[in-house]
């Protein structure tokens, strides 16, 4: 009932956003921990596990025993596999499994017996078994035994061809896995050495380094990081690139110092038996003096996570090869039911009736012939009963007339499918050359799906905007910086970023090999497309890479600051305040803090190039006498204190470990320099946080030392003067190593970037403290106190550190406006100081609604002085928050809201998140292929209101309708009003149709929406949706973008789409008929759940609107073509039953027959449905109407589906009777009637393709071609070599001579000629008649195809160079030359 | 044209990044086939594009069913059921004695007047009526094998013969069903001079099979003498003389008798006539069948009452296009007409909607 939920919080790290809802897992993890609040509530005695690190050995012993477990009670115990307990080992470790994986379905024995077991789950297969078996019935058989099996063989066949070259994949796949190596512990050699993954057991001791990839689940029992953390990256799990932090095992025995020694590890482990729950791993540690240690998923290490940042790990597996959670938690393909496919099954049961008809009629022709016959001499077996004749007949003539049933049409469904798959997957148009990534199908089976959609769900942040938070403007103690640079460099963009991306890409290449998707092992049933799997496990790979390089682009790192800031700025880095009057100390003050709050209030994680993650930088020294600075800190308590220039350089690059130890080193120094001056309370923080100081004293010591002989540096005059004369931010880039940042969301990336080009970088980062950079102080260590991290309720996030120059406890919020706003002080203190910030308050809230009106985004940034007692005092609670047992979750959000308050607002800042490319067209083009488009997003109503203008969903003269209603009676009665007052739909229709005239739009707000779905709101609100052109939904959580989704689609039973980029769209993705992920900068959640994955919204236009056009169309008509070829060639065989007494008999040799679909005419459907073209693709692009035409598509097929089945008995009619009536009454044999019937069936059914296809490539000529000669030489042959085969309708000679006579050709001839004329006279009137748009640029595609390349070209060349300023300035309203 | 001929460098001048090692951008081909730019030929069927074609058939067609048609009025054709339903038939008494195996033969002659002289060779035909040897369980009742003279099937004839693979535990040569209903009727064709002698008409047995059957597809069983071959089988039930003992003639005799391979080419439909002798011209002169007084006569064995069957006798020339049948050549000259009237009703078409819509704009 409940379990797992405080795990949470330790796996994740959760993202600061400055969206409310943008992190959707979060979110989703929110609602259950609150219903399971509630249900906690109802039985609070249910025993709750505690997190390791404060529960007592004792307690967690006995908690251990009650663990709730949502499965079987049982629990594995593991063993050191070396260790000294080698009997108990060997008797409890039976039972696991090795590291081996294998996720083949077969091996070289099974595979035939298996694969004919899944395969004959099918139905269609089930149906050709079924038709098998009926012939061998001796009184029903109808053709010889073996021909029957014939088909089924053909399809058994390739499909298990297809399953084994899959399954081969899979198993070098599997191979390389297994033999990737690692390094275990060996009991013989008492050493590490190097085994292949599959020689991993349970029990064993691995040891990792860093950026290796875990083998296995395990225990994490020993880290160099002194804290005993480690690093890992789940990318491989849930392409999740942040860091995530796991601990050592508890209370080890042997723990300190040294590494651990393997051979005398007795502990036992006991924990719950595998299962598929990422986020849960339960259990304890016995040791050998009885104490039971209780272990978390925070001491778990996943197989094929990669460790970062982290020297050496050592870790005993628990899980191994499929018992891992990454391996249990393989899913296989999403398999999705198209809308074209359901039809399909109409139709077919609609053939299945028409057999069964069929059948019928012959069984009672069949009885009542038999009736008024006397024993005749052609009657054989004279005995039975007409009745019983006819039941027999019935049955007969089901293998007879099987081909009806176009059971072979879903192999070429799938098969056409793939076709449609390869070519959309190798359209240029959906390639991004910056990301080098192409459009990924995942889903296979839904490619017409796309091209009837009608609702468009979009995301925005991401989805239409780039999701590159780039930092725009800012405004600090109440002064707006406009950074005109700054934002005429934004205009210019597009140029420079593949050079960036490129560059990037170089830097990276080295980690991309490495890493390995587990879920990929799963192979989809229908990936012929022999790239579809390693693409996207490049991709995965791939991701880690673009995805640094994303959020390091050069646009996101090259802010140009503002020059009046840049004075203001310098006036603290130089004494000499110069020309221009020097700002009031405070703010100064403000400004600095501004800066270190942005550069260190984030969660970043630093790293640099050269060798990832891994190690800093050596810190700059400080050139400059901290005289003046000092000065400038006067009202705050100042101390004395150290940079820590001096640090040698020798030391600092001597041992590997050097990164740590050194930032530990300073850390300590700074504390001990602090100490000095005999800060009581300091003394007394540290002292609260002994493990501070003991994984600090190990390396800390020594550099202490040093530390303290310091001197303190001579200023430098040179730079300042430098500094000042040249700006402040390009030369330091060009000078020293670029930092990376990786940031969990981009907008923490924009900020430290920010920062940095104010000279106020972020350098480096570990738990205990951050290494800042400051202008003019250099490289400070602050000391970290406490991260209160970003969460969806406190919309905020806040670092407590000591302020490197005052020493004091300092808690920097960031947040969203709404919510810090009223968190600030309106004043204390004196008179000037409470005017001073209402007048910041007033003056930033001005800035923060231009700014929103603008479409940034905004953030509050405010500082907070804690005093000693305050802080200590806070302290106290938090610990025991933390360490709370029962409601940690409320507790600790108490506690930072404790901290929270009366904050100093310091300033703001404005982020701009630019639309993409292309995505007014796109969204124009959507609109004019009569998608309704939606934009569901977690940001406020005015940026969303905003974008939408930009993005030309809302046009200037457009209605909006704002909804945000404070009580759900108020938008019961508002939405009512609305719908009163907007147009009926039907109105609407045709009032949309006049092209500029004003419509309404739909603006909702969360909370009002919430109401809006509830169930009496639901109709009214879809009706008032209906009648609007288009409907933002603000503020919308992942659950209600998902309802809205789902509510459209099965309320209104349209086919619809959403497309999303973060994980916060995942349910909205899934939720819709075809789900579109945007491959950006979030992570891929939302890829991974989607059906097709692009990296640009504007993909979507030629996916949508050819793609989706084509594939629908192609496979619509190949559906009819298929069964109209059915059709027509079966009746065929019907007709002749009314002249052999409907005794089942057949005028055509039965291998002819059988293969006449599954070899003479089954490629040429094929071909048709993957390379037809009705409608050129740069029309479809241009008049995105067309797309709505063949949409309206119900009415269409179900009628077509009559008329092709008439035309069908038409066309058999003719083929039957023509020749029928050219021969009767001479001495034609039973083969000889058959052939010149046969023949001309085959010419019909192709030259009937010919008409219907609207494209005739070489490929198609050739093909008709080869099926012509094919059947034709099949024949030939077969008539001359086969003398006493096939018995009872023996071809020798038939045809031989047939062909040899011109009447053969006069009957071919008049029977196709007939045959077609009707269709082809309907098709040339109707096309005259109802001649389209599409067609008439068939003509101009022709006469112009050369023109047309041309365009192309220079399309695709203007494509990279676009410029566009796509987010509207002060006037949103007068946007429309973006276009 | 060939869009081919051009390569993604030119086209946008992008320049491929590559890492250090293999880094291979995942940019697709520019091919035309892969952007499915194949230079296709679309054929749009207007009414402008559909006309030639169908004037063209029209004229194509109408010459030929007019030349079908006149030669199939040429051919001579002449027919006598000799059923013997009606009393007034010479041959209903023959027709009630149904027996398959009696031993009297039972003999009628039928007089019949031939109003033109037959030129050509003429092709006799005996024909049958609502026999439906195109039953499926007739059809598969034989043995192909056992037919190609193969020894094994000679003595163990396939399933497929039941009931007629043996008799008395002797296998039947040949077996199955078609065999043993095998056509027996004797027919006889005698010309009545003006004199008023008969004159018995000569009649060739051999040549009214296909080549293919008499060489490749029937074979006699090894052996040095008939007989001695199908030493061990037993003739069809229904048959009076063993097989062996067809024709005195050793290349017409057995499975090559020609009668007999031609009534195993089991006819397609249930109303069907089967070549049964040729008169050969023998002088340019004389007509083959000069006009006339004839008279056929019939050894009447093959009982067809029990299905309400008709035998006929059937005389008639042939050409190039086969037997009688007026029916191609009137289709061919109806669908032609049809064509033709199809093509001006497009023509037609096109003049009232075609040349509207091609100022019209199109609001669709």
């Known amino acids: ?1379 | 044209m060939m869009a081919t001929s051009y390569n993604a460098k030119d086209e946008d001048g992008h320049i491929t990044v590559s890492g250090p090692g293999t880094m291979r951008s995942k940019k697709p081909e520019n091919t035309a086939f892969k952007q499915q730019r194949l230079p296709a030929w679309q054929p749009i069927l207007t009414a402008w594009t559909v006309l030639p074609a169908f004037f063209i058939i029209g004229l194509i067609f109408i010459p030929i069913g007019i030349g079908l048609f006149v030669t199939s009025n040429n051919i001579k054709e002449f027919e006598v059921d000799y059923t013997g339903v009606d009393v007034s038939s010479p041959c209903f008494n023959c027709s009630q004695n149904y027996m398959w195996n009696s031993s009297r033969p039972c003999t009628c002659s039928i007089p019949f007047y031939l109003e033109q002289p037959y030129q050509s060779d003429v092709f006799m035909y005996y024909g049958l009526s609502n026999f439906y040897q195109n039953h499926r369980r007739y059809v598969k009742s034989r043995d192909d094998s056992q037919l190609n003279g193969d020894l094994v099937s000679l003595t163990k004839p396939s399933k497929e013969c039941e009931p007629y693979a043996t008799n008395e535990n002797k296998p039947i040569a040949p077996c199955g069903a078609i065999a043993n209903s095998m056509f027996n009727d004797t027919l006889e064709l005698f010309y009545s001079d003006p004199n008023g002698t008969l004159i018995q008409i000569p009649l060739s047995t051999t040549g009214i099979a296909w080549w293919t059957d008499k060489h490749v597809k029937f074979r006699n069983p090894a052996g040095s003498n008939l007989t001695v071959a199908f030493q061990g089988t037993t003739k069809p039930v229904n048959w009076r003389r063993p097989v062996y003992e067809l024709d005195a003639d050793p290349e017409n005799n057995g499975f090559i008798n020609e009668d007999f391979i031609v009534w195993m080419r089991t006819a397609a439909l249930p109303t069907f006539r089967k070549l049964y002798r040729i008169i050969n011209k023998n002088n340019n002169m004389i007509p083959t069948l000069p006009q006339g007084n004839y008279t056929l006569e019939v050894v009447y064995n093959y009982p067809v009452r029990s299905f309400e069957g008709r035998k006929r006798m059937i005389l008639s020339t042939i050409s190039w296009m086969g037997g009688k049948n007026p029916f191609l050549g009137l289709a061919y000259i109806s669908v032609g007409s049809v064509c033709f009237f199809l093509g001006v009703v497009l023509l037609l078409i096109h003049y009232r909607c075609g040349n509207q819509n091609n100022s019209q704009d199109i609001s669709n």
């Open chain 1, 1 to 1379: 009932m409940c379990f797992a939920l405080q795990d949470v919080d330790i796996v994740k790290v959760p993202g600061w956003r400055p969206e409310v809802c943008c992190v959707g897992e979060m979110e989703r993890l929110h609602w259950v921990q609150h219903r399971v609040r509630q249900l906690l509530v109802v039985d609070p005695g249910q025993g709750w596990y505690a997190s390791p690190a404060a529960a007592l050995p004792n307690k967690s012993s006995t908690e251990a025993h009650s663990l709730p477990h949502r499965g079987s009670g049982k629990r594995r115990k593991v063993l050191a596999r070396h260790g000294p307990h080698q009997q108990d080992y060997k008797a409890t470790s039976k039972s696991f499994k090795s590291n081996a994986i294998r996720t083949t379905k077969y091996s070289l024995l099974t595979f035939i017996p298996m694969n004919l077991f899944q395969q004959f789950h099918r139905i269609a297969n089930l149906y050709f078994l079924f038709l098998v078996l009926l012939n061998w019935v001796p009184v029903v058989e109808a053709f010889q035994k073996e021909i029957t099996m014939i088909p089924l063989l053909v399809v058994l066949t390739v499909i298990a061809f297809k399953d084994a070259l899959e399954d081969y994949r899979r198993y070098r796949f599997d191979k390389k896995i297994n033999k990737n190596v690692v390094q275990v512990f060996c009991g013989k050699q008492k050493a590490y050495i190097q085994q292949c993954w599959q020689d991993v057991h349970v029990g064993d001791f691995v040891r990792l380094s860093c950026n290796e990839i875990i083998p296995a689940d395990m225990l994490l029992l020993y880290s160099s990081d002194p804290r005993g953390l480690c690093y890992i990256e789940t990318a491989n799990l849930d392409g999740e690139t942040n860091l995530k932090q796991r601990q050592l095992v508890t209370d080890l025995p042997a723990q300190q110092g040294s590494e651990l020694t393997p051979e005398s590890f007795d502990c036992r482990i006991e924990c719950e038996n595998p299962n598929d729950d990422l986020s849960r791993f339960r259990g304890y540690m016995e040791h050998p003096s009885g104490v039971r240690v209780g272990l978390h998923n925070s001491n778990l290490l996943l197989r094929s996570c990669t460790i970062r940042n982290t020297e050496t790990v050592v870790g005993i597996v628990v899980y191994a090869g499929h018992e891992t959670k990454a391996m249990m938690n393989n899913s296989g393909p999403r398999y999705k039911r198209s809308r074209l496919e359901k039809r399909l099954n109409t139709d077919v049961l609609w053939c299945v009736l028409l057999l069964i008809i069929m059948c019928l009629t012959a069984a009672i022709g069949h009885g009542l012939w038999l009736n008024n016959l006397k024993d005749p001499v052609f009657q054989i077996e004279g005995e039975t009963s007409p009745a019983l004749a006819g039941f027999y007949v019935f049955w007969t003539m089901i293998i007879v007339l099987q081909v009806l049933i176009p059971i072979s049409l879903y192999v070429s469904i799938e098969i056409v499918k793939l076709g449609q798959i390869y070519f959309i997957h190798n359209d240029i148009a959906l390639y991004n050359q910056q990301l080098d990534s192409r459009i990924q199908c995942r889903a296979l089976n839904i490619t017409e799906d796309l091209g009837h959609i009608q609702y468009l769900f979009s995301d925005k942040t991401g989805t239409l905007t780039e999701n590159k938070m780039v930092f725009r403007r800012c405004s600090i103690y109440g002064v707006e910086y406009p950074h005109e640079e700054n934002g005429r460099r934004l205009e210019v963009y597009e140029a420079e970023q593949s050079e960036s991306a490129a560059r990037s890409v170089t830097l990276r290449s080295g980690c991309s090999g490495r890493s390995l998707s587990c879920a990929r092992s799963s192979v989809s049933l229908h990936t012929l497309t022999a790239e579809q799997e390693e693409e996207e496990e490049e991709q995965l790979s791939n991701h880690s890479r673009t995805r640094t390089s994303a959020f390091c682009s050069r646009v996101a790192k090259e802010v140009i600051p503002d020059p009046e800031l840049v004075r203001k700025l310098n006036c603290l880095s130089s004494v000499d305040g110069g020309s221009s009057a020097p700002p009031c100390s405070l703010e100064l003050t403000h400004i600095t803090d501004f800066f270190l709050a942005l550069a260190i209030c984030n969660s970043v994680v630093v790293s640099s190039p050269s060798q990832p993650r891994h190690e800093v930088p050596e810190a700059r020294t400080p050139l400059k006498s901290l005289e003046e600075i000092k000065l400038m800190f006067q009202p705050f308590s100042f101390s004395p204190f150290s940079p820590l220039s001096a640090l040698s350089p020798p030391q600092a690059r001597g041992s590997p470990r050097g990164f740590t130890s050194r930032l530990f080193a300073r850390a300590k120094n700074t504390t001990t320099q602090r100490e000095e001056p005999g800060q009581e309370s300091n003394l007394e923080s540290s002292k609260l946080q002994p493990e501070v100081d003991s994984c600090c004293r190990a390396e800390g010591g020594a550099a202490g030392q040093t530390g303290e002989d310091m001197e303190e540096p001579k200023p430098g005059p040179d730079w300042s003067r430098q500094a000042a004369a040249e700006g402040l931010s390009r030369q330091t880039d060009s000078e020293e190593e670029e930092l990376l940042y990786e940031a969990e969301s981009p907008d923490e990336a924009a900020l430290v970037h920010a920062a940095q080009a104010y000279r106020c970088s972020l350098r480096g980062r570990c738990a205990q403290s951050l290494l800042v950079e400051l202008p003019g102080l250099g490289s400070l260590s602050v000391q970290l106190l406490h991260i209160l991290p970003f969460d969806s309720d406190r919309k905020r996030m806040s670092v407590v550190v000591r302020h490197p120059l005052s020493g004091r406890v300092m808690v920097y919020t960031k947040g969203a406006d709404s919510v810090i706003m009223d968190l600030t002080h309106t004043g204390k203190g004196t008179e000037g100081e409470q005017e001073i910030c209402s007048h910041i308050k007033e003056q930033t809230q001005k800035h923060l609604d231009s700014y929103a009106r603008d479409g940034l985004r905004t953030l509050c940034i405010t500082k907070k002085v804690v005093t000693e007692e305050e802080y200590s005092l806070w302290l106290k609670e938090h610990l025991v928050a933390e360490s709370s047992i029962e409601n940690r979750e409320e507790l600790l959000l108490e506690s930072a809201q404790r901290l929270e308050s009366n904050l100093t607002l310091l300033g703001t800042t404005g982020i701009v998140d630019r639309l993409q490319e292309q995505v007014p067209e796109t969204i124009e083009a959507m609109q004019g292929a009569g998608i309704k488009v939606w934009v569901l997003t977690g940001d406020k109503k005015e940026t969303a209101i905003n974008i939408a203008y930009a993005c030309k969903l809302l046009r200037p003269n457009d209605k909006l309708l704002t909804a945000s209603c404070p009580s759900k009676d108020s938008c019961a009665a508002y939405l009512e009003e609305l719908r009163l007052a907007l147009p009926s739909a039907e109105d609407s229709t045709t009032v949309t149709d006049g092209e500029q005239s004003s419509s309404s739009v739909l603006v909702i707000e969360g909370q009002t929406l919430a109401w809006a779905l509830q169930e009496d709101l639901r109709s009214l609100f879809l009706e008032l949706s209906c009648r609007c052109r288009a409907v933002l939904c603000c503020r919308s959580t992942p659950l209600q973008k998902s309802q809205v989704v789902r509510l459209v689609r099965d309320q209104l039973g349209v086919m619809t789409l959403a497309v999303g980029d973060g994980a916060n769209d995942v349910s909205m993705i899934q939720a819709a008929d075809v789900g579109i992920g945007i491959s950006g900068q979030e992570g891929m959640q939302a890829v991974m759940s989607s059906d097709f994955a692009v990296s640009r919204f504007k993909h979507l236009g030629k996916l949508l609107l050819v793609h989706g056009h084509w594939c629908y169309s192609r496979l619509a008509n190949m559906t009819l073509y298929f069964i109209y070829k059915n059709v027509m060639f079966v009746n065929l065989l019907f007709w002749y039953q009314f002249f052999c007494g409907f005794s089942g008999s057949v005028m055509t040799n039965s291998w002819v027959l059988i293969l006449f679909n599954l070899l003479f005419t089954s490629v040429p459907p094929l071909i048709y449905g993957v390379l037809d073209r009705d409608t050129p693709a740069h029309t479809l692009l241009a008049r995105p109407a067309l797309y709505q035409a063949s949409h309206t598509s119900k009415v269409y097929v179900s009628y077509m589906f009559w008329f092709t089945v008439l035309d069908a008995f038409y066309q058999s009619l003719v083929c039957f009777f023509m020749p029928y009536f050219a021969l009767s009454g001479s001495d034609v044999g039973l083969l000889s009637f058959g052939s010149p019937i046969n023949a001309s069936a085959l010419l019909i059914i192709l030259l009937h393709q010919v008409i219907e296809s609207h494209t005739l490539t070489w490929i198609h000529c050739l093909v008709l071609v080869l099926s012509a000669g094919s059947y034709f030489g099949f024949v030939l042959v077969f008539s001359l070599l086969c003398v006493s085969c096939s018995p009872p309708t023996n071809p020798t000679g038939v045809d031989t001579l047939h062909m040899a006579q011109p009447i053969f050709y006069l009957i071919c001839a008049l029977t196709t000629v007939t045959a077609l004329l009707p269709r082809l006279f309907l098709r040339a009137v109707h096309n005259t008649i109802h001649s389209s748009a599409g067609l008439r640029s068939d003509h101009t595609d022709n006469l112009y195809s050369e023109e047309y390349h041309r365009r192309m070209q220079r399309w695709n060349q203007s494509q990279s160079r676009v410029n566009r300023l796509p987010v509207s300035s002060q006037n949103p309203g007068l946007e429309p030359d973006i276009a």
